[in-house]
């Protein structure tokens, strides 16, 4: 029978992803329900302690798992891309931005232009909306949301269906002769 400690060992290999389950970060983000940062969102950074304290930016990517937000041009740090003799290409290095805790970033004021917190409202004709602590300004849902962020696939195989008349085309008939049809005794 393995040990404690050996168990412990294998859990905490490199690219083990069941420990990753017990994190307590994970177990706070898997408790929230909703979350007022989406993605195109301006948003400041208000960590005092943070680096990029002060910065804003537009939100590019939202990590719900994880509890985490990507910010365009705030929290770079130097990315190592690797060489690829097939393709000729060199080794590099770029800057690429960082994700920063969901906590350490407010939603910006539509009206005063500085973070404020958010609280949800609905309207007469009711549609939920979210609305600026410090103003009351309506903070709008970013258009970019409407765009997909992985397309739709485009290539058209046998299976799809390629014109209306297909879809309202009857292509099944029960046949009544066959039904078996049982008798009481």
Excluded: C
Aim: no cysteine.
């Amino acid at each position: 029978m393995a040990t404690r400690a050996t168990i412990m060992k294998k859990l905490m290999k490199p690219g083990n992803t069941r420990l990753r389950e017990f994190k307590p970060q994970f177990l706070e983000a898997a408790k929230k329900t909703s979350w007022n940062i989406l993605r195109g969102d301006r948003v400041q950074v208000i960590e005092r302690k943070h680096k990029e304290y002060g910065k804003q930016g537009i939100v590019t990517e939202v990590d719900r798992k994880r509890d985490r937000v990507t910010i365009e041009g705030v929290n770079l740090a130097p990315y190592q891309i690797k060489a690829n003799p097939d393709r000729g290409t060199k080794s590099r290095t770029i800057q690429k931005e960082r994700s920063i805790h969901y906590s350490n970033v407010n939603l910006v004021d539509p009206v005063t232009g500085f973070p404020t917190r958010v609280f949800r409202k609905f309207l007469e004709d009711g549609t939920k909306v979210r609305v600026a602590k410090k103003s009351g300004a309506i903070i709008p849902r970013p258009s970019i949301l409407s765009i997909r962020k992985r397309p739709a696939r485009t290539n058209v195989t046998e299976s799809d269906t390629v014109s209306d008349d297909d879809v309202w085309a009857i292509t099944y008939v029960e046949d009544s002769s066959t039904e078996n049809t049982k008798t009481r005794v």
